[in-house]
């Protein structure tokens, strides 16, 4: 029941990756291992078996051990619906909305659940692998902390600190952090690693012994890029690219302001008879593009304004004259519709936004969450794929008549009367490989080889041994307690 915590000198060096890779490497030494992290902020979440959601960072490292996400593994969960304010999730579900100045606040009731998760997560393994957040050096938040020392602290967790080299200043990063945590934070800290090191490692001993050296600190190893990180789903909005794949079908995804849940997009962008291009702000939509997905996000009404400000509601349109299809999913699906109306201001100031009208549906916002995993039959294809509900809102109108696909026998989605316009509130169903093979079909694409699950769990094997031959896993594991 031992535990290791990885924490950072800043946000994105990497620690999401290399926790995965520590839970495969871990689980292929025979040990039964969980991810944990305490508190997380992203858009990207997944549904878990318990009917609850966390980051999707921790459904893959929960791949990465071998057993289903569950919410214990992200107690905390932090969507942000504005600059100013987020949902917050607490083990699974959401308790309420807090403006970012009164997060400060609302802190001292978290830590309790974050202790109770990870307690019986201990109980269910044989090593915790903790992932902190953003970095323990903004002790301006060190106050009522439960994403980094102040749970580390707390469950008595040794910490190793990890800096990106790839973004500069490593040594000031690592030394950095040492000077201003305070003695008994830095004495959590059990040693050090380089991350995304270009080149060759031995042109950085001498700074890897400065960091020794200036820190007290041992180093655990020095990691080089790791190239095949692209092909596992990302958590954060920063990790998506322009383009991706160069084949004849041609997919088009704006990237709105608060895109949830774009790991949709990963199997698409593996396909190698797709083009999928994500579409940046003050970009037009290219006019041969053969099909546009309206991805998810935490805000529709105030992503259709996004959108709009874009200029992209005409470049929608145009495509939709063109003959071209469109696939909207959850909050895009909600896009297309009519109006969305919202009654309660559950997303702003109450009030209805006009929608694209593209789809003969109409959406009001409500104030419960729905989150399920399902199975699913595509009604075009007769396809059977898995997927997941993650969405406030009820969808009504007559294109609902002509359903994307059936749960149960009931109806899911919508579908224009000419076949090209889609709607549907499930995520993940491309990570189904006949569902997009099928689906890529119907849009004059030939049928795809790719097995995306087996892809991923080798790339996850590939981390796993990337890490051991970089690190000193055993003397690394050996610090847990």
């Known amino acids: 029941m031992r535990a290791l915590m990885i924490q950072g000198t800043g946000s994105n060096v990497g620690k999401s990756l290399l926790v995965a890779g520590l839970c495969r490497a871990a689980v292929r030494r025979g040990l039964s291992v969980a991810p944990f992290k305490p508190q997380n902020m992203s858009n990207n979440a997944a549904v878990t078996e318990d009917g609850g959601e966390i ?31 987020a949902q917050v999730i607490v083990q699974g579900h959401r308790i309420a909305t807090v403006k970012a100045r009164d997060y400060a606040k609302f802190k001292p009731r978290l830590l309790s659940p974050v202790l109770e998760s990870f307690a019986r997560l201990q109980q269910s393994a044989d090593l915790v692998i903790v992932e902190g957040a953003g970095s323990p050096a903004e002790v301006n938040l060190r106050s009522n902390d439960i994403a980094n020392m102040g749970f580390a602290r707390a469950a008595e967790v040794p910490v190793v600190l990890v800096g990106d080299i790839d973004r500069g200043g490593v040594i000031a990063q690592i030394v950095g952090t040492r000077v201003v945590l305070d003695a008994e934070d830095a004495a959590q800290i059990a040693g050090f690693l380089i991350n995304r090191f270009r080149g060759d490692t031995r042109l950085f001993d001498d700074g890897y012994a400065t960091i020794e050296e200036r820190t007290g600190w041992r180093g655990f190893g020095v990691v080089p890029h790791f190239a095949d990180a692209a092909l596992l789903p990302a958590e954060d909005a920063l990790d998506l690219g322009r383009a991706k794949g160069s084949g004849p079908l041609r997919i088009a995804v704006p990237i709105l302001s608060r895109i949830a849940n774009f790991d949709d997009l990963d199997p698409l962008a593996q396909e190698p008879h797709v083009t999928l291009s994500l579409i940046k702000p003050g970009e037009a939509i290219p006019g041969d593009t053969d099909l546009i997905i309206l991805p998810g996000t935490k805000s529709t009404r105030a992503d259709l304004a996004w959108l709009r400000k874009q200029g992209w509601d005409i470049d929608i349109l145009a495509h939709v004259r063109r003959g071209g299809h469109v696939l909207g999913i959850c909050g895009g699906y909600q896009m297309l519709g009519l109006a969305v109306q919202d009654p309660e201001g559950l997303e702003g100031p109450a009030g209805d936004t006009p929608g694209l009208g593209v789809l003969d549906v109409m959406t009001t916002m409500q104030s419960g969450k729905h989150l399920s995993q399902v199975k699913a039959v595509h009604t075009a294809s007769g396809t059977i794929f898995s997927g997941y509900e993650i969405h406030m809102g009820k969808t009504t109108g007559a294109a609902c008549s002509r359903s994307f696909a059936h749960i149960a026998g009931a109806p899911e989605g919508a579908v224009s009367s000419d076949g090209r316009i889609m709607g549907s509130y499930l995520h993940g169903m491309f990570a189904e490989d006949a569902f997009r093979s099928a689906f890529l079909r119907q849009l004059g694409g030939p049928t795809s080889n790719l097995n995306y699950g087996k892809k991923v769990e080798k790339t996850l094997d590939d981390l796993a041994e990337h890490l051991e031959a970089h690190c000193d896993i055993d003397a690394l594991l050996a610090t847990a307690r």
């Open 55 to 85: 980051g999707r960072a921790q459904a893959l490292q929960a791949l990465a051990c071998g057993r289903p996400a569950h919410t214990d593994m992200n107690p905390v969960l932090l969507k942000p619906e504005s600059d100013l304010g």
